[in-house]
């Protein structure tokens, strides 16, 4: 598995080459396995392969026209209705307060990567998107202003095969027993 998170690399050129339902699947079914505080499994998959409904997404995504040269689109959403069950009105965006935020965005960032590590080892490349705003891309989507997107997932075979980016020694990142 080492070697598959020291290959992994965030891919923004992809091949004009359709992606398999079979291995979207296979990609959430990756995701739906991820581990969850309170086992909320918060999370929700939009799958977007519509080259009109793409093009609104990369707008609302300060416009990054690489985005188009993936076939395929997962948009990620974390569901606060996981952790917050009254029937109260709750709208999300970049600065609401809740901790019960803060926690699905965790949750689902882990079921995020997971998809990432899977499509990885498929021989497919992925890229984390998350310059945007709720929102702006809450209403493409028709998601409900209690959901938060957490990021869109570019989803493709890569075209390109970045170099390895600077990492951090493993020294300057442990810490025993204390900071």
């Known amino acids: 598995m080492l070697e598959q998170i020291k290959n992994r690399r965030s891919i923004r050129k992809y091949l004009e080459k359709p992606v398999d339902d079979d291995k979207i699947i296979q990609l959430l079914e990756s995701a739906r396995l991820a581990p969850s505080g309170s086992n909320t499994q918060p999370w929700h998959f939009i799958i977007v392969k519509s080259e009109e409904i793409r093009q609104k997404l990369v707008e609302v995504s300060n416009n990054q026209k690489w985005m188009l040269s993936a076939p395929v ?15 109260i009105e709750i709208s999300l965006n970049e600065n609401s307060p809740q901790l019960e ?7 689902t960032s882990i079921a995020i990567e997971h998809i990432v590590l899977e499509a990885n080892n498929l021989g497919l490349g992925a890229c984390w998107v998350a310059w945007f705003i709720q929102e702006e891309i809450r209403p493409i989507l028709n998601i409900p202003s209690d959901k938060f997107v957490v990021c869109i997932l570019t989803l493709g075979y890569a075209s390109e095969s970045p170099k390895d980016r600077p990492r951090k020694k493993i020294e300057e990142i442990i810490h025993r027993e204390s900071w």
């Open 73 to 87: 689109f997962i948009v990620c959403v974390a569901d606060i209705r996981s952790r917050i069950t009254d029937n």
């Open 101 to 107: 935020l803060k926690q699905i965005i965790r949750d």
